[in-house]
């Protein structure tokens, strides 16, 4: 299982229209059946989880090459273009409360593709654990409000979701692959690319914060209450809270803010109580949010030293890169390559003349915004 990269998008508002709509289901309905006649399964997944790849497609087909709605209009449409008994292909979840429903989407999978109720199991968990870590483990600041989760028959999957920074406007799409990585929560990241970089973000999922995720387990399974002394329910305290004539400073205080309500405690010490064998056991524990996560790592690197990664995992660009060389030089290979197997797949595509102009005219205006 592997997260292929991140895009950072410009929000732009409004929906597509219903004329527009149609015509993308119809396109992405073509380009898909030609993928999975091809190439099989295995490389649409391999290619909708691409972030280049899935950038072009989404251009393909009718969008801005930078808008936001790239990611929820495309998924949209191949949620509605994509027939999971034809095509061995289902995409479940969505933008709002459509995300909401992937795990019910996902259960009704075991009688469509004859999956085993513990693999069922299994996606779920993996659609859930795959929002847990990209809005609490990559602490970037944006709010995950997309989540499409696209399985096949054989039980692969990958994931397209988007988050939203609101005080930029900007969203960011990340991107997995079920067949590339081994840790969920190490090193998830295969094509990182985004048009803004942020700046201090705790990384947990870096491999410099591994023995941060360690240590966070075993301080959760050795009993939270020695946290408290860490962890202040009050705040700083600070000169001005003493009012008496003799200052006496008190032996020690909180260094870390949590949320430290009933519940906040009552998250830890069902932790400890369930006593999970991993970090991905540890932060898939309903209430085991951004906060807690944050504190742990601090506390983990206060005790006992241990790294933390505060690096932006993105490679600060979103698409092929820059002519200049800026972020980075183009790959002109997988540029090149991206073009050129769309391009085949419009071709045999089974749409209208007409479409198949349109597709390939919009594939060149992307062509043109990147050189």
């Not at 006992?304 to 660009?317: E, F, I, Q």
Request: charged share 30%.
């Amino acid at each position: 299982m592997r997260k292929k990269g991140t895009t950072d998008l410009p929000l732009h508002g409004g929906n597509a229209p219903r004329w527009l709509f149609k015509r993308m289901v119809r396109l992405s309905r073509g380009i898909t059946e030609v993928i999975i006649e091809d190439f099989g399964r295995e490389e649409f997944l391999r290619r909708i989880t691409d972030p280049h790849w899935f950038q072009a497609f989404s251009c393909t087909i009718g969008f801005d090459w930078h808008s936001s709605g790239t990611t929820t209009t495309t998924c949209g449409a191949l949620k509605e273009a994509v027939d999971p008994f034809q095509h061995g292909i289902a995409i479940t979840g969505g933008k709002g409360k459509a995300s909401r429903k992937t795990p019910e989407e996902i259960k009704r999978l075991e009688e469509v593709f004859s999956i085993k109720p513990t693999k069922i199991d299994e996606l779920v968990r993996n659609s859930k654990l795959s929002a847990k870590v990209d809005n609490s483990c990559v602490q970037d600041d944006y709010q995950l409000y997309h989540h499409s989760f696209i399985v096949s028959e054989k039980s692969e999957w990958g994931v397209v979701q988007q988050g939203m920074k609101e005080e930029t406007g900007y969203a960011r799409r990340y991107q997995w692959l079920s067949s590339s990585v081994d840790k969920m929560v190490e090193e998830p990241h295969e094509g990182v690319s985004c048009d803004q970089k942020e700046e201090n973000v705790l990384n947990m999922t870096d491999t410099e914060s591994r023995d941060a995720r360690k240590v966070s387990v075993d301080l959760v399974k050795d009993n939270p209450d020695h946290l408290r002394k860490y962890l202040d329910e009050g705040g700083q305290t600070v000169l001005s809270d003493f009012e008496t004539e003799k200052l006496e400073m008190p032996s020690h205080h909180g260094v870390l803010d949590m949320d430290l309500t009933k519940r906040g405690w009552e998250v830890l010490e069902r932790a400890y109580e369930i006593q999970p064998e991993n970090y991905e056991e540890l932060i898939s524990l309903e209430g085991m949010g951004p906060k807690k996560i944050r504190a742990l790592a601090l506390v983990s690197d206060l005790i006992y030293g241990s790294k933390l990664s505060w690096k932006d995992p993105v490679r600060y660009s979103f698409a092929h890169g820059g002519k200049d060389g800026t972020p980075y030089p183009v790959d002109k290979k997988v540029y090149d390559n991206t073009i050129r197997v769309l391009e085949e797949d419009i071709e045999k595509a089974e749409i209208p003349e007409k479409d198949k102009k349109h597709a390939v005219k919009s594939l060149s205006s992307y062509l043109e915004s990147e050189e």
